[in-house]
């Protein structure tokens, strides 16, 4: 079956710090792979999305993710973080099993001390 | 552009009851989605409907679970008997295409205790 991991659940930086959230799936086909955000007492949003072409995708907020597929990583990465990133973090693989199927990983809290 | 509305956004309830939750996706959005969240983990998809078709519900416990999308629009997902393991937010959320992958814009979620 088809999982999404995210190796860290917790991750405290100090702001200006530089950021790097792992993410890898398990499905050998075609994936569409996504990062959501959500900030404290908001919905769940997209940061960013990866369907074809260059695989160093940019977001919003500085953020940028790096497909690679060798690896069936995809992994988020800020080069300084701000207090204004504190947020929880969602990876998402999109494959395609007869339908387009999203499955989420377990999630990233991130908390930036100012 | 208004957002994915869902209601209510707190429910209690004690175990073996019912509850049913209501979600109106954005205007035009053709696949509408229902997740249960259990603390801890990400969003879980319970069901997935393409206008008023069911195109994914292999994930939906069918013994106590179901949900409908009548006329393509908004939708309720209904849990009969609820149990302690049932406690979650539930989001919802729509988007744009009928087919292919594309952005997924979620609701508030409505958190449900079941004591």
């Known amino acids: 079956a088809q999982s999404v991991s995210q190796h860290n659940h917790h991750v405290i930086l100090s702001e200006a710090a530089s950021l790097e959230l792992g993410c890898n799936y398990s499905?050998?086909?075609?994936?569409?792979l996504f990062w959501y955000v959500q900030y404290p007492g908001q919905h769940l949003q997209l940061l960013l999305k990866?369907?074809?072409?260059?695989?160093l995708v940019k977001g919003i907020k500085g953020f940028e993710a790096e497909f690679i597929k060798s690896k069936f990583s995809f992994n988020l990465r800020k080069p300084s973080v701000q207090w204004s990133d504190t947020a929880e973090y969602f990876c998402?693989?999109?494959?395609?099993?007869?339908?387009?199927?999203?499955?989420f990983g377990a999630g990233t809290r991130l908390f930036v001390k100012a | 552009e208004a957002g994915v509305a869902q209601s209510p956004r707190y429910k209690i309830i004690e175990k073996r009851q019912s509850v049913a939750f209501w979600c109106n996706p954005i205007?035009?959005?053709?696949?509408l989605y229902w997740y249960q969240q259990i603390l801890g983990q990400g969003p879980k998809l319970l069901i997935q409907?393409?206008?008023?078709?069911?195109?994914?519900d292999s994930q939906l416990p069918k013994d106590r679970f179901s949900a409908e999308r009548l006329k393509g629009v908004d939708s309720t997902l209904k849990i009969q008997p609820a149990k302690l393991e049932d406690s979650a937010v539930y989001l919802c959320?729509?988007?744009?295409?009928?087919?292919?992958?594309?952005?997924?814009?979620f609701g508030p979620g409505t958190r449900l205790t079941v004591l």
């Open positions: 959320a729509s988007s744009l295409r009928d087919r292919g992958p594309n952005e997924q814009f």
């Open positions: 499905y050998g086909g075609t994936v569409n």
């Open positions: 990866y369907f074809s072409g260059d695989p």
């Open positions: 998402a693989v999109n494959v395609n099993t007869g339908g387009f199927k999203t499955i």
């Open positions: 205007s035009g959005h053709a696949t």
């Open positions: 409907f393409q206008n008023n078709g069911v195109v994914d």
